[in-house]
């Protein structure tokens, strides 16, 4: 069957069956990651096989590491494009995707026990699914290239010919997901190895907001057409630079009037996060509260405007959410980072422009690292020339004096 023809059938069908926005929104990024991963193996005609690959194909190429969201998405748009090619109808029912293990007996015998111990390790989920797939990856590796090894029995060149037939972008993640399988099996040998590997950083400039395109974002989130909700959700990402994952959950009790700060615990990092709520976010979040939050069966802060009122679910909830207001303040996306992660970039790229401490910035983003902070320094063009020009003054001073 022609990819093209049975992708169009599939939009179609979710359309008909009545699913919301954000969830088509969702599979056409979906759609459109296949035609690309489908042009690229030579491929035009569906078959199992360019399915069941793509479906695993869930290492993102940004970051270059496991992406959950894409484990289940591609997963789940795999199942519904074989249920129509077996029965010529879109199966919609819920499957959960089983979990990936190595197929053989000894590697899936050491995936089940390393998963065992991640859990009893890691309290975040993201934590331990990255950590799974990079077992995951390691062992269908050896399972390819070196039949059955014992993990007792690995050696540096092993390791470092895995690291070297790994992508560019993916290298860093994989010596990551290495340390931790080589902390697992207690062999500090090979943790020696992996200290003296470097693996090529990939920072760019990040394009945020201009100070007119903030401004008519204000504008759009004071009409009267803007749900009240998304403006407080807005004005909130602006300020504090909270993650999608972790806005969706924030609850009432998160907020400390009295106090006027609020508060959550971050699911990335499992750190608690404190900071002021200025006025104008306080104003945005009482006036939803007040005017517009139904009464809904839960405590969460943020919920659905329409019945049954639930929680918002997921990240693309936010993204669909970011895309209408900056539609509606004529920002274009360019080269940006669109949905709560752009807020983010651009509340962390604020506060270096006013001179925050890169420490007082990491405390508020969560991180735990604060090198982990300097990411954000690259979105301000202005301060990076600052830092560049002196220098290159200092050198034609120094050259000058040598010279003459």
């Not at 894409?70 to 789940?76: D, M, S």
């Not at 900071?275 to 939050?293: D, S």
Request: contains cysteine; proline residues 4%; glycine residues 4%.
């Amino acid at each position: 069957m022609d990819i093209n023809t049975v992708c169009t059938l599939l939009i179609e069908a979710l359309k008909n069956a009545g699913y919301n926005e954000s969830t088509i929104f969702n599979y056409q990024g979906a759609v459109r990651r296949f035609k690309a991963f489908c042009k690229e193996h030579g491929v035009t005609e569906y078959s199992y096989e360019i399915g069941k690959l793509y479906a695993d194909a869930v290492i993102s190429p940004k970051i270059g590491k496991f992406s959950k969201e894409r484990y289940h998405l591609q997963g789940r748009f795999f199942r519904l494009i074989e249920s129509y090619v077996n029965t010529g109808q879109f199966d919609f029912s819920v499957t959960t995707r089983a979990r990936v293990q190595p197929s053989g007996e000894y590697y899936g015998k050491v995936y089940s026990d390393y998963c065992y111990y991640l859990r009893e390790r890691y309290d975040n989920e993201n934590t331990r699914h990255f950590y799974e797939y990079g077992m995951y990856s390691f062992l269908s590796f050896l399972e390819r290239g070196y039949d059955v090894c014992p993990l007792e029995s690995l050696t540096t060149s092993i390791i470092l010919d895995y690291v070297k037939c790994s992508k560019p972008e993916r290298q860093r993640g994989i010596l990551c997901e290495l340390r931790n399988i080589c902390r697992y099996l207690d062999r500090n040998d090979l943790l020696m190895a992996l200290s003296g590997i470097h693996a090529p950083g990939h920072h760019r400039i990040i394009p945020v907001l201009e100070t007119e395109e903030q401004e008519r974002i204000k504008s759009v989130t004071e009409d009267n057409e803007t749900p009240l909700r998304d403006s407080a959700m807005i004005l909130l990402g602006l300020t504090t630079g909270i993650r999608a994952c972790d806005i969706i959950k924030l609850r009432l009790t998160d907020i400390d009037w009295r106090n006027d700060t609020i508060s959550w615990k971050q699911s990335k990092t499992g750190n608690l996060v404190c900071v002021p709520l200025t006025p104008a976010v306080g104003n945005a979040i009482a006036r939803y509260l007040t005017r517009q939050r139904p009464d809904a069966p839960n405590d969460y802060l943020f919920v659905r405007l329409i019945a049954p009122f639930d929680p918002l679910s997921c990240h693309s909830s936010c993204y669909m959410m970011v895309k209408r207001i900056l539609e509606k303040a004529h920002v274009s996306k360019d080269e940006r980072i669109l949905g709560m992660h752009m807020l983010r970039h651009n509340a962390a790229s604020t506060m270096v422009r006013n001179e925050v401490p890169v420490e007082t910035i990491a405390a508020i983003l969560g991180h735990s690292d604060p090198d982990t902070t300097s990411i954000y320094i690259t979105t301000d063009e202005i301060r990076l020339k600052e830092c560049v020009l002196p220098l290159v003054t200092y050198r034609r001073r120094c050259i000058h004096e040598r010279l003459y």
